[in-house]
């Protein structure tokens, strides 16, 4: 019995080390004959050779050998594998590619920087429950101008040089390409009977001027307005600072400085602190050292213009803004010159 | 404006550094855009006061003169150049070594000496560019008569100069009077107004001259005074000082007296030559429609009705507000003058300034609304100097036509109202005292109100809010906290055509299209390739009065010239595939109304595929790329489109298709017709693709049909059927995909179109991958069949179809 299962063990090592030398699939068909062949392989033979064996003894032996012969089958089966992988291997490693080359180029499309800038502007505004409303772009003077209290003959009028439509009507010029967003306070005021109103309202702005690296004659502006009982100017602090945060970091600080519109009182411009410099930079380009970037013009909304929408000024307040998208775009990039926005180079076009 | 530090330290002290003052003149009252820091290089131990004590020729020089100067440590002998070089005069003088400007570049530059024309010079006399104070380099810079000798310069010239952008609405900070009572608000400083006071010694002016207002509407009122026994001549040293800093030209002394005053109090003021007005009599009236006056820049003017004039008995003598007239200028012989301070309705004033193109330092101050009360102020200010600088007699009584005299307004703020508007509360001492300071008569009427009277040069503020603005700026926004929005949201707008335009942009990026924004302002040539001369609307675009360039003179009517344009310009320098979208509006004239501003996604595609690494590419974009991205995006939108064959103006015909959704057509897809892609300089094919948004958007499901996955397992079957060459694809795919048998449905996709060898001549074979499924149970080959013969039975009678064998 011990030296049967000893005669064994010698006999599975000896098979293993005969099958770890075989190198291709001729030698393992060889190997596999001379072990495991039908007629005369050494396991079939000792397999048949059971019934010399005593007949108490018979049943331990077969289990061994079945044990042996399936053994051995698993490991010429797993050497098969590793042969064919070790060629497939080789012949790859042959025709290694130059991993180094260039990928194939694949069709990939891009927002311009105004839209990818507008949407999260807008994105940071209707997470503070803004809506989002739109306007047309050739606009009544009444709408552009007068109804936000900036009448024929008042030099405030100086601020928007207007891009006028070549339409008479009623022998007057009254079409103008909008100069500002501003309008839409008063549009979106008439069709509201009451308020809460918390819109922001995106669009295309014309103005009638010489271009140059930070001018430009057609301007997207987000037009902000809140009106309800108890807007305060703090509300609008609070919304801008927010807002500044999504754009330009987490760690912004503003600043409102006096300014004057006709349609707000009071009237004022936002800073930010310039976070290119940090505020210590005498030369830097974007604060020109005065640690503030001037971004925005925003107040309270006049409450004449309030009255004329129908609702009651001495309970009713309100705040708007006025954001130049393509300044924000500007400032988050540093992008040095406006005209690029719109000579739509998509050598500019494809960094964003 | 510009506001030298020095002048204004005459009205207030100034006790903040530069930096610091500018800080808070630009949050509270307006902008400062800069300073300019005079004197900064000149070192007080080199550069300092000298005087001229006496001039000699240069031997060896004709232009040069030997100027003795005394520089208050000792004499020295120097070389000058100057031809207005006097003895007596107090002059700025420089030592080896001051750093300067280069009298002739411009440049700085440190001072040496050499002799000159073979004489040693001990230092140099200096000009106004030398100091870099402006550009004048005729002569020498001489100060005023007095200025200690021996002082460093800078002590008496050294100065900072703020450019001060001011508001439309605030005459009064375009006075340096204004400007200060700010800066002492600001600053807690206490305000020093300049003295108006003077000796009447002359005849009675009402003797003297007459004065009547024919348009009270347009005058408001009219001032007048007479000063007699002027000598004409140049003013005195100090003022001019002054007014170069301030920007202005020094003329002579009247005229800079007049100057001087505007600048100190914001109120224009205007000399005649008492001697030139016709009739001693003056009239403000309306013009005669034609009539003319040559205004003091030369200029003949012609005038409509509606414009102001300044008259004397026998015609026009100036431009109201605006600018003088020539006839009655005064010269060097004036002994006797008219002076003129008035006040004008400031949008008549803006109206003339514009129409005649004629802005000045008056018209600036008139049109944004000057207080009637500082007419007089400035009157008795003109006549203090008159007195003190020119020794002139001053007639008795000044005269005062006033039609538009009011009594001053009176504001009730309900105290309440600073923490509605602003957020905060500001406390009662505090509103008393900033509103005091700014020259608001303030009472406090416990418990919660303020009654303010608004001072006369603040004709801005008319209501509370105005007053909250004045309490809230100088009070400090930064006090404000930052709140966030109470109360309800207002509900929700659904807006579908903003909603799908924004799908759309992003279905065009997600398939490689790049996104341009191109101008919405074109030509009509431009728009003329591409739109059809039938299309009366888009032919007629609305076009501009002043554009600002001739390429930009028209409102698109179409996307398709810009989105070519930039396929063009970005070819040059491109190789490979390219694909250009734009959403934007075509502008479609409404007669008497706005424009129907009508959303369009606009797309163009060409160019090769790039190969790379022996692989693939070379082939071109085609029609059906272009006709895949716009399946692609219906697809996503949850819509299959119907194409069918169509011409369009600029497409080619044969290559282009309409395509609807549902009953109404959406959009287009073509190739660019090639001769209208030459006239954009592009050689290659292109093709264009357009989506009507507004027309998609009525017939997209508010949500995609969405089915239930079967559980059972679709048979693919494959169908060749042989058709008539002119039955469209697309028919045959549709009846394909609408065949339903005994609770089957059919997918089916059409791979293969075939003409040639094996077809007969006139024909054509399509190729139908086809997937037959059952929901309640899994089909068997002999089903599918079934249904499959069906379906060839329906392609057969419908389109004559015949199994391809
Ligand atoms: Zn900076």
């Known amino acids: ?352 | 404006m510009k506001i030298s530090l020095n002048w204004l330290r005459e009205y207030v002290d100034v006790r903040l550094p530069i930096d610091e003052l500018a800080r808070r003149v630009t949050d509270a009252v307006a902008e400062v855009e800069g300073w300019r820091v005079i004197g900064e290089m000149w070192d007080p131990a080199l550069v300092r006061v000298a005087k001229v004590v006496a001039v000699d020729p240069h031997p060896n020089a004709d232009r040069l003169r030997l100027a003795t100067v005394d520089t208050g440590e000792r004499t020295v002998q120097v070389v000058c150049g100057a031809p207005n070089l006097a003895v007596g005069q107090t002059v700025a003088f420089a030592s080896e070594g001051a750093r300067l400007f280069d009298g002739h570049t411009g440049e700085p530059t440190t001072l040496k000496l050499r002799p000159i024309r073979g004489v040693e010079s001990a230092g140099m006399v200096l000009s106004e560019r030398e100091l870099g104070l402006s550009d004048e380099h005729e002569g020498i810079l001489v100060l005023p008569e007095g200025t200690p000798v021996g002082v460093p310069l800078a002590d008496v010239l050294g100065d900072v100069i703020l450019e001060v952008s001011t508001w439309a609405n605030r005459a009064d900070l375009l006075g340096m009077v204004g400007f200060a009572r700010e800066v002492a608000a600001l600053t807690g400083g206490v305000l020093r107004e300049p003295s108006r006071e003077f000796t009447a010694s002359g005849p009675a002016v009402d003797g003297l001259v007459s004065v009547s207002i024919e348009a009270p509407d347009l005058c408001r009122r009219f001032t007048a005074s007479v000063i007699e026994g002027i000598t004409v001549g140049p003013s005195p040293a100090w003022m001019q000082e002054r007014l170069r800093k301030a920007g202005m030209r020094p003329i002579n002394n009247v005229v800079d007296i007049t100057n001087y005053v505007m600048l100190e109090t914001g109120q224009p003021l205007h000399a005649f030559d008492y001697d030139l007005v016709r009739g001693k009599r003056i009239v403000a009236r309306r013009a005669r429609p034609g009539e003319r006056l040559v205004t003091l820049d030369g200029v003949e003017r012609e005038f409509d009705g509606e414009m102001l004039l300044i008259c004397d008995g026998e015609g026009p003598v100036g431009v109201a507000g605006v600018m003088g007239g020539g006839n009655s200028e005064v010269n060097e012989g004036t002994t006797r003058v008219l002076l003129e301070v008035a006040n004008f309705r400031a949008g008549s004033i803006r109206r003339t300034s514009t129409l005649l193109k004629l802005r000045t330092e008056a018209s600036l101050r008139f049109e944004k609304g000057l207080g009637p009360e500082m007419a007089m102020y400035a009157q008795q200010r003109a006549l203090h100097l008159f007195e003190t600088v020119c020794g002139g007699r001053i007639a008795s009584g000044i005269v005062d036509v006033y039609p538009g005299k009011e009594p001053p307004r009176t504001i009730v703020l309900e105290a309440a109202r600073i923490a509605q508007v602003l957020g905060i509360d500001v406390p009662v001492e505090d509103v008393r005292r900033i509103l005091g300071d700014l020259g608001f008569l303030v009472h406090h009427v416990p418990p919660a109100k303020y009654s303010v009277q608004v001072p006369s040069w603040r004709p801005d503020v008319e209501i509370p809010d105005d007053l909250v603005e004045e309490i809230g700026r100088i009070y400090g926004y930064d006090r404000l906290p930052a709140t966030m929005l109470r109360g309800t949201l207002p509900a929700p707008e659904a807006n579908p055509v903003m909603s799908l335009r924004e799908r759309l942009r992003d279905l065009a990026v997600a398939l490689g299209f790049q996104e341009v924004i191109n101008y919405t302002l074109t030509t009509r040539e431009k728009l003329a390739l591409v739109t059809d001369p039938l299309d009366t609307v888009r032919r007629n675009p609305l076009g501009v009065v002043n554009p600002v360039a001739a390429q930009h003179a028209y409102l698109r009517t179409s996307l398709r010239a810009s989105v070519l344009e930039s396929y063009a310009a970005n070819r040059r320098q491109a190789e490979g595939p390219l694909r250009l979208f734009e959403i934007g509006f075509e502008y479609l004239p409404v007669e008497g109304d706005l424009p129907i501003e009508r959303p369009v996604l606009c797309a163009v595609l060409g160019g090769s595929r790039e190969g790379r690494w022996h692989v693939g590419g070379g082939d071109a974009l085609d029609f059906f790329d272009a006709k895949g991205a716009v399946e692609a995006m219906l697809g996503a939108l949850g819509v299959r489109g119907t194409f069918t064959a169509a011409e369009e103006h600029g497409l080619l015909p044969g290559h282009t298709a309409k395509f609807g959704v549902g009953s109404e057509m959406a959009g287009i897809v073509g190739q660019v017709h090639p001769e209208t892609a030459a006239a954009f300089d592009i050689e290659e094919p292109v093709f264009l693709f357009e989506v009507w948004v507004e027309d998609l958007v009525r017939h997209l499901p508010e949500r995609p049909p969405y089915q239930a996955l079967s559980r059972y397992p679709a048979v693919r079957m494959d169908l060749a059927v042989v058709v008539d060459a002119s039955v469209p694809a697309g028919a045959v795919l549709e009846l394909a995909r609408s065949h339903r048998s005994q609770g089957v449905t059919t997918r089916a996709e059409l791979f293969d179109e075939y003409r040639g060898p094996g077809v007969p001549e006139g024909k054509k074979s399509l190729a139908l991958r086809l997937w037959f499924r059952a929901d309640d149970r899994t089909l068997t080959d002999e089903e599918a069949l079934k249904v499959r013969q069906g379906l060839l039975a329906r392609l057969g009678r419908e389109f004559g179809a015949e199994l391809r064998g």
């Open chain 1, 1 to 352: 019995m011990t030296t049967e299962t000893g005669s064994l063990a010698g006999l599975e090592a000896e098979a293993l080390a005969a099958l770890e030398a075989a190198a291709d699939d001729a030698a393992l068909d060889r190997w596999r004959a001379e072990w495991l062949g039908r007629q005369d392989g050494r396991v079939t033979v000792l397999l048949r050779g059971i019934r010399e064996v005593a007949p108490d003894e018979r049943a331990a032996y077969g289990a061994a050998v079945n044990a042996l012969k399936q053994a051995l089958e698993a490991r010429l089966e797993a050497r098969r594998q590793a042969l064919k992988r070790a060629e497939l291997e080789r012949l790859a490693r042959e025709g290694a590619i130059d991993v180094t080359l260039p990928g194939r180029p694949q069709p990939l499309g891009r927002l311009h920087p105004i839209t990818r800038t507008l949407r999260d502007c807008l994105d940071a505004f209707r997470a503070m429950g803004f809506r989002v409303a739109e306007g047309p772009e050739v606009e009544w003077d009444r709408y552009n101008f007068d109804a936000a209290r900036i009448p024929e003959d008042h030099p405030a009028r100086d601020m928007w040089d207007t891009i006028w439509v070549n339409t008479l009507i009623d022998g007057k010029r009254r079409m103008l390409l909008r100069t500002h967003t501003t309008p839409n306070q008063i549009r979106v005021m008439e069709r509201t009977p009451q308020p809460p109103v918390r819109v922001v309202v995106p669009g295309k702005c014309y103005r009638q001027e010489a271009t140059d690296a930070t001018h430009e004659w057609m301007l997207t502006q987000i037009e902000g307005l809140a009106v309800d009982e108890g807007v305060r100017m703090s509300d609008l602090k609070g919304v801008l600072y927010e807002w500044a945060r999504a754009m330009f970091g987490t760690d912004r600080r503003i600043i409102f400085h006096h300014s004057y519109f006709p349609f707000v009182e009071p009237g004022v411009e936002m800073a930010i602190d310039c976070f290119i410099c940090r505020g210590d930079g005498r030369q830097c380009h974007t604060c020109h050292g005065t640690g503030w970037i001037e971004i925005l013009g925003a107040g309270m909304v006049h409450p004449e213009i309030i009255d004329n929408a129908g609702y009651d000024a001495s309970r009713v307040t309100g705040f708007a803004f006025g954001i130049g998208v393509e300044r924000v775009a500007m400032l988050r990039w540093g992008i040095e010159d406006i005209r690029h926005f719109y000579s739509n180079d998509l050598r500019f076009l494809g960094q964003f």
